[in-house]
């Protein structure tokens, strides 16, 4: 009865709506329906019942296992890895024993590498600031060009890709080139001597010339009773412009001379007629 009445709701709830947005029935017969009903009222009484159980029958989740130690793990690998590499070193001196050794350390490595622990040495890989690598010490070596690690102190190791321990390495590098010697400081030129100021020429003595008076030519009056003289005419000299003085060269440090030495001779008169004719009258 519950099953028609449901039905018939659902009918007309569709007939709220237009033909075309109508959901026709599900094309399920009466029974099939009668036994999904069922089901479904189990599922819900499974559902209720489930709910008030007591707690402690609820299933508990497994614990969650402690993450390995990481420093653990690195000091566990590189102990490993020492042992292996001291009888590496040994070669053909290592007995048989110590041979047999080896084989289970590289089993044990390759053990650990396939749990995803890599362990990593550096020997002749390029070194440069840029790298996650510890550099203890510096070494020279004529035989490289570039800086190149010698010597794995301590590997590197990785745990699934995540650096674990960063390694410790010695370094080799190319030997520092020699320094240039130094070069002398250019000589600064001297300077030049300075030339000696040139003394000034000394103008030459302007020359007067001398002019005799008529005065001094005539007799004085009674001045004795023998014939007058006729008075011999004085040299006429000529009252022009004096000539231009000619410098004098320079005379050189050596060559020094006194002035007073370049100096001319002072002009003597020279004695006129008039002046016998006295002496003689007197």
């Not at 039905?7 to 399920?28: S, T």
């Not at 990481?70 to 590499?85: E, F, M, P, S």
Request: one cysteine or more; aromatic letters at 2%; hydrophobic letters at 35%.
């Amino acid at each position: 009865m519950s099953g028609r009445l449901s039905r018939l709701r659902e009918d007309l709830r569709q007939r709220r709506h237009h033909r075309a947005f109508r959901i026709a029935p599900l094309p399920w017969d009466e029974p099939s329906r009668e036994e999904l009903e069922r089901l479904l009222a189990t599922v819900a009484a499974s559902v209720a019942t489930a709910g008030t159980a007591a707690p402690d029958t609820a299933v508990q989740p497994p614990p969650a296992e402690d993450p390995l130690d990481a420093k653990a793990l690195a000091d566990a690998a590189t102990n490993l890895w020492r042992a292996q590499r001291r009888l590496t070193r040994q070669g053909e001196a290592a007995s048989s024993r110590s041979r047999q050794t080896g084989r289970y350390l590289r089993s044990c490595r390759e053990a650990l590498d396939d749990a995803g622990l890599l362990v990593q040495e550096h020997e002749g890989d390029a070194f440069h600031t840029g790298r996650s690598l510890e550099a203890l010490t510096f070494q020279e070596d004529a035989s490289l060009t570039a800086e190149t690690v010698l010597e794995t102190i301590r590997p590197t190791i990785y745990l699934h890709g995540r650096r674990i321990q960063m390694g410790q390495v010695i370094v080799g590098c190319p030997p520092a080139p020699a320094p240039a010697p130094a070069l002398a400081p250019a000589l600064a030129p001297a300077p030049a001597p300075e030339p000696e100021p040139e003394p000034a020429p000394e103008p030459a003595p302007e020359v007067t010339p001398v002019s005799v008076s008529a005065s001094a030519s005539e007799p004085e009056p009674g001045a004795g009773s023998g014939p007058a003289r006729a008075p011999v005419p004085a040299p006429a000299v000529e009252s022009g412009p004096a000539p231009a003085p000619v410098p004098a060269p320079a005379p050189g440090p050596e060559d020094a001379v006194p002035a007073s030495a370049h100096a001319p001779a002072p002009a003597r008169e020279t004695p006129c007629s008039s002046d016998h004719e006295r002496t003689d009258h007197a």
